[in-house]
Structures are given as structure tokens and as C-alpha cells.
């Protein structure tokens, strides 16, 4: 996070996460304020905290809503208020099952292919 808007594939990085698990910040928006980012920013937070409409363009719902913290009622409904740690964990979780059998397919082909590299060496100048 302190890499925030000094790094470009650092920014690009967390805009891209923000988007995808519609998240802001590691536990939530006030994670920005701790960054150089903040200081040099008229924002509380990136753009990318708040909902969008249009993925390509990061397009917010209604970005005055969005940044107008003070009415905390409608926060949730223009604004990503949960942090990318609960959502990924919440991914993982949702998925569970298909990584772990990604994960033996792997391990499955990875041993396929030991094996038949041990039968190759094996068989390496037996030309009787």
C-alpha cells in the first residue's frame, strides 16, 4: 500500500483488485491515509473504491455520492467499503474446490511426467 501512486504496476496492481473483488484498501478505505498517495491526492481514496458501471473506463456509480463520507447510510451502495483481504478470503473460500482439483491436475501431470522421464532414462541404450 505505501507504494501506492509512486509505482505504476503497484497502483495498477491494487486498482486491478479493487475492481475484480470490488474491495478498497488491504482493511478498508482508511488504509489510503497512510499513504504518499493521500497527501498529494484531493481524494480520500481511489476511484476504484467505488462502485463502477463501466469496468474498462472505471466509471463510478455516482462519484460525488461516493466520496461524500459524511452520509454513511449510502456508503455501501456507492462505495466498496469491505478491504481486499476479506473479499479475497472470501474468494478463496468460494472456490475452495475448484483450486484444489486445479491444484491435483497439476500434481497429477507432474508426476506423469516423472515418471515417464524415468522410463526415458531407463530405456536410454537399451538398443538390443
Given amino acids: 500500500m505505501e507504494d501506492y501512486g509512486n509505482v505504476k504496476?503497484?497502483?495498477?496492481?491494487?486498482?486491478?483488485?479493487?475492481?475484480?473483488f470490488e474491495c478498497c484498501g488491504v482493511y478498508g478505505?482508511?488504509?489510503?491515509?497512510?499513504t504518499s498517495w493521500f497527501e498529494s491526492s484531493p481524494l480520500a481514496y481511489p476511484v476504484t473504491c467505488c462502485?463502477?458501471?463501466?469496468?474498462?473506463?472505471a466509471?463510478?456509480?455516482?462519484?460525488?455520492k461516493c466520496y461524500e463520507m459524511e452520509n454513511v447510510d449510502w456508503a455501501g451502495k456507492y462505495m466498496n467499503t469491505r478491504g481486499c483481504i476479506n473479499q479475497f478470503q472470501s474468494w478463496?473460500?468460494?472456490?475452495?474446490?475448484?483450486?484444489?482439483?486445479?491444484?491435483?491436475g497439476v500434481a497429477c501431470l507432474q508426476l506423469f511426467g516423472m515418471i515417464f522421464a524415468i522410463c526415458l532414462c531407463r530405456n536410454i541404450?537399451?538398443?538390443d
Fill in 9 to 20: 504496476y503497484v497502483t495498477d496492481a491494487w486498482n486491478e483488485a479493487q475492481l475484480i
Fill in 125 to 127: 541404450g537399451d538398443d
Fill in 92 to 104: 478463496v473460500h468460494d472456490n475452495v474446490y475448484i483450486l484444489g482439483g486445479v491444484s491435483i
Fill in 59 to 64: 466509471t463510478p456509480v455516482d462519484p460525488e
Fill in 29 to 34: 478505505y482508511e488504509d489510503y491515509q497512510e
Fill in 51 to 57: 462502485k463502477i458501471v463501466n469496468y474498462k473506463s
